[in-house]
């Protein structure tokens, strides 16, 4: 077993008081060290609690803050006065911290697959908007809007960008397109924005040759 979980496990804050001087009267409350304290009025247990200050926790936590030491020499000073053994091996460091950076890895993937996806329920958003709000009006009418245009080839492929990011890729296989979706987004959002200016333009230009007239 580890230092925190051998100490955890077999020392209580009443061992610890008690080491340190401490007799808890026979409603198991001391004096409290933590603040000018004239009456008991922290009890001791498994753990202590001040009614007075409010300080609390267990008996690494009492051993660290009275003797102003870290957690880990807390507990290591516990160890030794009750003579506990427990396992030292740096090994067992080592798979806790790499347990720690892979929940952080996956935590970082996690964020960035919830905004992968929220991009793309945007531009499909966008583009079904688009798609109905430029349509044609008249099926002869063969002077389409650039952007029914645009809507209509790109909004077949979000679609199916999103679904397959949603239902059908893996998680590594989402991991392993990540980049190329996320271009493939830039693009269209360039796309989109491309267009936009070119009728911008356009319209200009078109108020312009109306004031000419
Ligand atoms: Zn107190």
Known sequence: MKLFETVKNNVTAIDVVSMAGFKPNRSKMICCPFHNDKHPSMKVDQRYFCFGCGAKGDAIDFVANYYGLSLKEAAEKIASKFSLSYDNS????????????????????????????AQLSGIHERLRKMKSKYAPKDREDSNWSPL??????????????????????????????????????????????????????????????????
């Not at 740096?90 to 964020?111: I, L, T």
């Open 148 to 213: 029914f245009v645009l809507a209509e080839t790109e909004f077949t492929y979000v679609d199916y960008l999103y679904d397959y990011c949603m239902f059908e890729a893996t998680e590594d296989e989402l991991k392993g397109k990540y980049e190329e979706i996320t271009k493939e987004m830039e693009r269209i959002e360039k796309r989109i924005y491309d267009t936009e200016s070119g009728i911008r333009g356009s319209d200009v230009g078109k108020i312009r040759e109306g004031l000419a007239v």
């Open 90 to 117: 740096r090994d067992s460091d080592c798979v806790q911290k790499e347990v720690v950076s892979k929940k952080n890895e996956y935590q970082m993937w996690a964020e960035k697959k919830r905004e992968l996806i």
